[in-house]
């Protein structure tokens, strides 16, 4: 039997539709522009944030089509059964008129950027599209495909707008992202076992064992990556300063905490949710963006 939840307006519905507490994760679009000294360019400011809104729209876009397609699967589960197409607050033909409305918005900001901008969304959009219906249910695949997603968010920052891509950043950003990847996916075998949910198709082909050894990778390989950054010659010139190093154990502090979080309070399958609800982790990233913005300005 489906859950039920005090019924909602639509406007409020509409605005859960869009997840935009996940926008938080657009602000991988704002690392180039952070990393390449550029932020006293005013023009180019302005280019990061239309393809930050192309971001937001496109991303909120691709929920949209996601809770259309997984309408069915949805109601049949514990948390998912609340989302508003599911549960019956947004009926699907305005779900479609919104996601369309979004996808259109995403396409014009970006093209107002760069013709870059508009193929990196564009391909951004269709990836999602090739992943909702195919590459999600391909273990691995599925979780390289979600740090695709992020190296897009990066790329569009960088290129996008005119900003040569750093290698290092890249490096950094897919490991990170992999890491979190990998992290969701642990966090849905959990409550999978706890709840005694059927597991989707992918889960059925991820062992915790593995993942576990998949996290330790990841995340070692995360803050190892960033540490070499720190310290690499070409890190040092640009910024003029060695001192960056002193920015790691703000990576390492959330690395673990994370980890924490996935095993011992059940968190991981929302990582901006987890953002906003764990002291620790919201005091930690912007802690980490001063000290850094303090070291490199």
Not at 100 to 117: E, K, N, R
Not at 177 to 189: I, M, Q, S, V, Y
């Given at each position: 039997?489906?859950?039920t939840?005090?019924?909602?307006?639509?406007?409020?519905?509409?605005l859960?539709?869009?997840?935009?507490?996940?926008?938080?994760?657009?602000?991988?679009?704002?690392?180039?522009?952070i990393?390449a000294?550029?932020?006293?360019?005013?023009?180019?400011?302005?280019?990061?944030?239309?393809?930050?809104?192309?971001?937001?729209?496109?991303?909120?876009?691709?929920?949209?089509?996601n809770?259309?397609?997984?309408?069915?699967?949805?109601?049949?589960?514990?948390?998912?059964?609340h989302?508003?197409?599911?549960?019956?607050?947004?009926?699907?033909?305005v779900?479609?008129a919104?996601?369309?409305?979004?996808?259109?918005?995403?396409?014009?900001?970006?093209?107002?950027?760069?013709?870059?901008?508009?193929?990196?969304?564009?391909?951004?959009?269709?990836?999602?599209?090739a992943y909702?219906?195919?590459?999600?249910?391909?273990?691995?695949?599925?979780?390289?495909?979600?740090?695709?997603?992020?190296?897009?968010?990066?790329?569009?920052?960088?290129?996008?707008?005119?900003?040569?891509?750093?290698?290092?950043?890249?490096?950094?950003?897919?490991?990170?992202?992999?890491?979190?990847?990998?992290?969701?996916r642990?966090?849905?075998l959990?409550?999978?076992?706890?709840?005694?949910?059927?597991?989707?198709?992918?889960?059925?082909?991820?062992?915790?064992?593995?993942?576990?050894?998949?996290?330790?990778?990841?995340?070692?390989?995360?803050?190892?990556?960033?540490a070499?950054?720190?310290?690499?010659?070409?890190?040092?010139a640009?910024?003029?300063?060695?001192r960056?190093?002193?920015?790691?154990?703000?990576?390492?502090?959330?690395?673990?905490?994370?980890?924490?979080?996935l095993?011992g309070?059940?968190?991981?399958?929302?990582?901006?949710?987890?953002?906003?609800?764990?002291?620790?982790?919201?005091?930690?990233?912007?802690?980490?963006?001063?000290?850094?913005?303090?070291?490199?300005?």
């Amino acid at each position: 039997m489906q859950a039920t939840r005090p019924s909602i307006g639509i406007y409020p519905a509409a605005l859960a539709l869009l997840r935009p507490h996940q926008w938080v994760k657009n602000g991988f679009v704002l690392l180039g522009l952070i990393f390449a000294h550029q932020w006293h360019d005013a023009s180019l400011v302005q280019s990061v944030g239309l393809v930050f809104i192309a971001f937001c729209a496109m991303a909120s876009a691709v929920y949209v089509y996601n809770d259309l397609i997984d309408v069915e699967a949805d109601r049949h589960h514990p948390g998912k059964c609340h989302r508003p197409i599911a549960s019956g607050a947004i009926q699907p033909v305005v779900a479609r008129a919104l996601g369309l409305a979004l996808a259109a918005t995403a396409l014009l900001a970006a093209g107002a950027a760069s013709l870059t901008a508009l193929a990196l969304v564009t391909c951004y959009a269709v990836m999602n599209i090739a992943y909702t219906h195919r590459l999600k249910h391909m273990v691995i695949v599925d979780v390289f495909v979600i740090s695709a997603g992020f190296m897009l968010r990066i790329l569009i920052g960088t290129l996008g707008v005119g900003i040569p891509p750093s290698s290092w950043l890249l490096l950094c950003g897919m490991m990170i992202t992999l890491f979190l990847g990998f992290a969701k996916r642990k966090a849905e075998l959990l409550v999978c076992e706890a709840s005694g949910t059927p597991a989707r198709r992918v889960l059925a082909h991820y062992r915790p064992e593995v993942l576990d050894q998949l996290l330790a990778m990841t995340g070692g390989c995360s803050v190892l990556a960033y540490a070499l950054y720190t310290v690499s010659p070409e890190t040092v010139a640009l910024h003029g300063t060695d001192r960056l190093i002193y920015t790691v154990p703000f990576l390492l502090y959330g690395i673990c905490r994370y980890l924490f979080l996935l095993h011992g309070k059940g968190h991981g399958q929302d990582t901006a949710r987890d953002l906003f609800s764990d002291c620790h982790l919201v005091l930690m990233l912007p802690l980490w963006l001063v000290t850094t913005l303090l070291i490199i300005a």
